[in-house]
């Protein structure tokens, strides 16, 4: 008898909408919950090199928390290519500038470094407030951690 070992194809794979309220959630913790479920981790059918994960939106991004004393003492780096080009952003000036953007950075530093990760990140939609246009799709509230 010979077992044939079973590999999910992206078509056929239902792919489902999650709500997450990020408010006084850890950034981390959160981070790699989400990570999950845009991979698709949390399924039985999942493949590591399909993507095979669902749709997840974010709210209240700006209200998300750091431990310690992170949010003085964490800098996010960005180099422009050129000869003096590198900028740094403390946590806490990033949050009140592009509250949406600390989230982001955290789950994509948690997805795959190739083009299946970048195609996972774009099923990741993050809103600073309450408010989101995917109520169409009718996303499942879920509480994380």
């Known amino acids: ?14 792919k489902k909408w999650y709500l997450v309220d990020a408010e006084d959630q850890v950034l981390g913790r959160l981070a790699s919950e989400i ?10 059918i999942f493949t590591p090199h399909n993507d095979t994960g669902d749709f997840v939106v ?3 991004a700006e209200k998300v928390r750091l431990t310690g004393r992170k949010m003085d003492q964490k800098v ?3 180099y422009s290519g050129f000869i003096g080009g590198l900028k740094e952003t ?25 083009s299946l990760g970048r195609r ?5 939609k993050v809103y600073a ?10 996303p499942e509230k879920i509480e994380l951690l």
């Not at 010979?2 to 056929?12: N, P, Q, R, V, Y």
């Not at 990570?35 to 039985?44: E, M, N, S, V, Y």
């Not at 000036?93 to 470094?113: D, F, S, Y």
């Open 90 to 114: 403390v946590a806490k000036t990033l949050l009140i500038k592009k509250p949406t953007e600390m989230l982001m950075l955290a789950v994509r530093g948690m997805l795959p470094k190739n």
């Open 120 to 124: 996972q990140l774009k099923k990741l």
């Open 1 to 14: 008898m010979i077992t044939k070992t079973f590999m999910a194809k992206e078509d056929e794979v239902a």
């Open 58 to 60: 974010v709210v209240n």
């Open 76 to 78: 996010y780096y960005r």
């Open 35 to 44: 990570a999950r479920r845009l991979r698709g981790k949390h399924k039985a």
């Open 129 to 138: 407030g309450d408010q989101h246009p995917h109520s169409a799709q009718k």
